[in-house]
């Protein structure tokens, strides 16, 4: 998958989040790491991130790179849980309208080392 098309897709988990109720804020944004704070309406807070496995990317040719990406939400124990699985289910589901198959191989065009 293009890195390019997942960023829309990020984009648009946010968007439908907002559409939710819940209330996004970006902490980073920055080539390859994404992380935002999302709260639901009773204030529970979750942390999602997205981060790019540039330093283990792998040159199939001369200008482009394949490299891994990882993802997920970090939270608190206990209440946090039930929001947390909710959250990365929607992320999910907004993936999967775009893509038939979660890859989380990703090519570049160049890589930052």
């Known amino acids: 998958m293009d890195l390019n098309k997942f960023i829309k897709i990020y984009q648009e988990f946010l968007y439908e ?12 944004e ?5 992380l935002v704070s999302i709260k639901n309406m009773d204030g529970i807070e979750v942390q999602f991130f997205i981060e790019l496995d540039v ?3 792998v040159q199939l040719y001369d200008t482009t790179y394949q490299t891994r990406l990882k993802y997920g939400v970090i939270r608190k124990k206990g209440e946090e849980e ?5 959250v990365l289910e929607a992320f999910h589901q907004c993936w999967a309208k775009h893509s038939p198959k979660r890859k989380s191989i ?8």
């Open 106 to 113: 990703f090519i570049l065009g160049s890589v930052k080392r």
């Open 82 to 86: 039930s929001f947390s699985k909710k």
């Open 17 to 28: 989040c907002e559409q939710k109720g819940y209330m996004n804020e970006v902490l980073i």
């Open 30 to 34: 920055e080539f390859g790491n994404y």
């Open 55 to 57: 330093e283990n990317s």
